[in-house]
């Protein structure tokens, strides 16, 4: 027996806000939300159980301090690095600096609350 990576938990000041910002980067819905607004849950369109796993944004009040031990990597799927780029820099997306040499294959981004992620260079099949 194994276990499966089955959901990522991200602590946020705004749940709902990081929740819409990744719904469009990964192309995830909404799967549940937790009243007030203290977590909502998004994944796949085909929802809960798939290889996937689903993003938890949890309300928490304490402030993000320094880099992420953990972050998220992407690959568009249907354009080329340099489009997605400028895709995820119109959802809200920020360049991000953590000491990059600038020799990189990848960009380092951070998303609307400062948590860094990167944006790797297209896969090929």
Not at 4 to 22: N, T, Y
Not at 60 to 80: I, M, Q, S, W, Y
């Amino acid at each position: 027996m194994s276990c499966r990576l089955s959901e990522l938990v991200v602590d946020c000041a705004d749940p709902g806000a990081l929740a819409r910002f990744w719904c469009a980067v990964l192309d995830y819905v909404e799967l549940s939300r937790e009243e007030p607004d203290n977590g909502i849950e998004i994944g796949p369109p085909s929802g809960f159980g798939g290889p996937a796993p689903t993003l938890v944004f949890s309300r928490t009040a304490e402030p993000k301090a320094g880099k992420l031990r953990l972050h998220f990597d992407v690959n568009p799927v249907d354009r080329d690095a340099d489009a997605e780029l400028e895709r995820l820099l119109a959802l809200g997306a920020r360049p991000a600096d953590v000491g990059q040499t600038g020799d990189e294959s990848w960009h380092t981004l951070q998303d609307p609350e400062g948590n860094e992620f990167c944006l790797l260079r297209r896969r090929l099949a």
